[in-house]
């Protein structure tokens, strides 16, 4: 490992150049991504194949089907999974799409008005907000469950009544959106307050007031940090699944795709044929999101962790 | 089919009136809180931009925290109070103390392991051929569910006895190499380990990532300098780069220590929390939502929020020294 040469177009610039580097990066690699690719392999293999012989074989006899896919889309009275999950599919859509462009919104407008219309206690509001980005979600789950569930009452005087949402999309939209903004607004203050101070001071002396500032100078120019936050939040509100098994019930009607693939894999006897299908249906948005995005996503990561 | 579409059209029909709701409740504010002028106008705008993530803030994350270390007080169904019992209780159950040893063992080695591993990663990366469909490859796991990413190696830690053919790869790798395999899953301490590597798996791509790009920025000129005097392989990084990246090296760790804290979904979805794998964050939910007490599933929610209050602290110094730099 210490035996470096130096590559000659860039002397020293190196730390690790030998090939000795590069092959165990290659092995890490491959060893990275063979078990994605087994169960990519295996949801194209027939029940009898999955369970008789490793996904490796497909490589000598290639016996591949279509048929996992086509039943856990659409459902099959063979398999464990008799409606298909295209309705859970959709509900993750569903859920997703307000969960991202709420919390975006609110926390452009909040990390705004911190960075730019600053009052007495910004700051230490600030400071505040960023130091709510560690607190467990589990510390909010039991008392917002029953805040939608019953409303909110001090000594029998209602303060709030029930909200009725719970098991609603409005009652999975509302805690993801609250749970995201301590991140993004982070995030986007951080971008917001390096915008040029000439650009708001012209906009203000031109009559602007601080809504049309937001709208027609601050919001396009954060568009890069608006995109690599919405991408993050896009991930983690489909990848989640604690908070939709709490505030979702576990039903056709609200249930996202991840709710439903975790209780597959719990069920006794689910078969495998269905759950490595009904895994890549899951993960296929992400990971084309991710792939196609990746360069504002890893900026909007940096962007949090390195500043 | 036309079914699945009078059923999930709707669904849809939701999202549009909402998201369009949102924003003309939003422009409608705006316009309002526009026409405002003179001494009024800045204090209105400051309730406006900010008031909708203050009330949000304080009705989802503040008060309900205040309201979980009361109910942690109070007995299962939170009517009356019951002072410390429910703390008690979980420091003085044998299973329980397995969650929490499970807990100090995910806590201390995943994000050491993951972090090491994300900067041995992000070192010998650096300026190799084809860098980027590496990193992109590592990355992937990132976008994947814990759930998914638990099934896809749950084909991986896959075992059938010895008597039917072996299918997952552990299982056949270990038989080739001359040994017998065992029901992974069910062996305990070992199934916790195979637990973790999937985190590991996961998250290492980001830690890679962050420590590439700190690594990336390291001036050149400072490593050529040391690298003329006589500085390479791992005394170059010992002093040089390490130090210089070691900062984010920190929050990296940082992050990854609170991710691994309430790890939840991994555990879910491989064991339900059972064979002797359960963590805080799966007992918190199993109190709750399976044996309705929810006393002492808010007392491990309050122990959560312990073990991550020295990391608020150090985050909170950290952001304050460099704004004072700043």
């Known amino acids: 490992m210490s035996t470096v040469k130096i590559a000659d177009a860039n002397p020293g610039r190196k730390l690790f150049s030998t090939k000795f580097a590069t092959s165990v990066v290659w092995i890490i690699t491959v060893f990275w991504t063979v078990p994605t690719f087994g169960l990519f392999a295996s949801s194209f293999r027939n029940k009898q194949d999955i369970f008789l012989s490793g996904w490796w074989n497909i490589f000598v006899a290639p016996n591949l089907t279509l048929g996992n896919y086509r039943a856990v889309l659409f459902g099959s009275s063979s398999s464990t999974l008799s409606d298909g999950v295209l309705p859970y599919l959709m509900n993750s859509i569903v859920i997703t799409i307000p969960a991202v462009i709420f919390p975006v919104m609110i926390a452009t407008m909040a990390a705004y008005c911190l960075a730019w219309v600053k009052f007495k206690g910004s700051d230490a509001l600030f400071f505040f907000i960023f130091a709510l980005q560690v ?54 203050h951080n971008f917001i307050a390096s915008l040029p101070r000439d650009l708001m001071e012209a906009a203000h002396v031109d009559g602007a007031n601080h809504f049309k500032v937001f709208r027609q100078i601050v919001i396009p120019l954060s568009i890069p940090a608006i995109a690599a936050f919405a991408i993050f939040q896009f991930l983690w509100v489909w990848n989640d699944l604690l908070v939709a098994l709490t505030f979702a019930s576990g039903t056709e009607e609200v249930a996202p795709i991840n709710v439903k693939l975790a209780s597959l894999v719990g069920q006794w006897g689910s078969g495998w044929e269905t759950l490595t299908a009904g895994a890549f249906v899951t993960i296929a948005i992400p990971l084309l999101v991710f792939f196609s995005l990746q360069r504002f996503f890893v900026r909007g990561l940096l962007a949090g962790s390195v500043k | 089919m036309n079914s699945f579409f009078s059923t999930n059209l709707p669904k849809f029909g939701q999202v549009i009136i909402a998201i369009a709701g949102f924003f003309a409740v939003l422009l409608l504010i705006f316009y309002i809180a526009g026409k405002a002028n003179g001494r009024k106008q800045r204090p209105i705008a400051i309730i406006t931009l900010l008031g909708p993530a203050m009330v949000l803030l304080f009705a989802g994350l503040i008060i309900p925290a205040i309201q979980t270390i009361l109910f942690s007080f109070k007995d299962a169904n939170s009517v009356k109070f019951i002072g410390f019992r429910n703390y008690a209780w979980l420091f003085n159950n044998a299973d329980m103390r397995k969650v929490f040893f499970n807990t100090m063992l995910w806590i201390v080695i995943t994000p050491f392991a993951t972090t090491a591993l994300g900067l041995f990663l992000a070192i010998m990366l650096d300026r190799m051929k084809r860098e980027s469909l590496a990193k992109s490859l590592l990355f992937m796991p990132m976008a994947i569910s814990f759930v998914g990413a638990s099934v896809i190696w749950k ?3 896959d075992y059938a006895v010895p008597s039917k053919p072996q299918t997952g790869l552990l299982s056949t790798i270990v038989r080739s190499l001359g040994f017998a395999p065992s029901n992974w899953i069910l062996t305990q301490p070992l199934n916790t380990f195979l637990l973790m590597i999937i985190f590991i798996w996961v998250q290492t791509g980001f830690a890679m990532v962050i420590l590439s790009a700190a690594i990336k920025a390291v001036p050149a000129d400072i490593v050529e300098a040391s690298a003329l005097d006589g ?68 007392a491990l929610a309050v122990i959560l929020f312990v073990f991550v ?8 110094r950290n952001l304050r020294r460099e704004r004072t730099i700043a």
């Open chain 1, 135 to 188: 607190v467990p979600i589990q510390m909010s789950l039991v008392p917002l469950l029953q805040l939608f569930t019953g409303g909110a009452h001090i000594g029998g005087v209602t303060i709030i009544p029930k909200l009725g949402i719970a098991g609603e999309f409005a009652g999975i939209w509302l805690p993801h959106t609250m749970f995201a903004l301590p991140l993004a607004i982070y995030l986007l």
């Open chain 2, 155 to 157: 084909f991986v830690y």
């Open chain 2, 231 to 298: 500085a390479f392989g791992w005394r170059l990084f010992r002093w040089i780069t390490f130090p210089m990246v070691r900062s984010t090296f920190i929050v990296v760790l940082a992050t990854m220590l609170v991710t691994s804290l309430k790890l939840f979904d991994i555990v879910r979805t491989m064991t339900g929390g059972n064979f002797g794998t359960s963590v805080i964050s799966n007992e918190m939910y199993s109190e709750v939502f399976v044996r309705f007490d929810t006393g002492r599933g808010s």
């Open chain 2, 309 to 316: 209050t020295p990391i608020l602290v150090y985050n909170i």
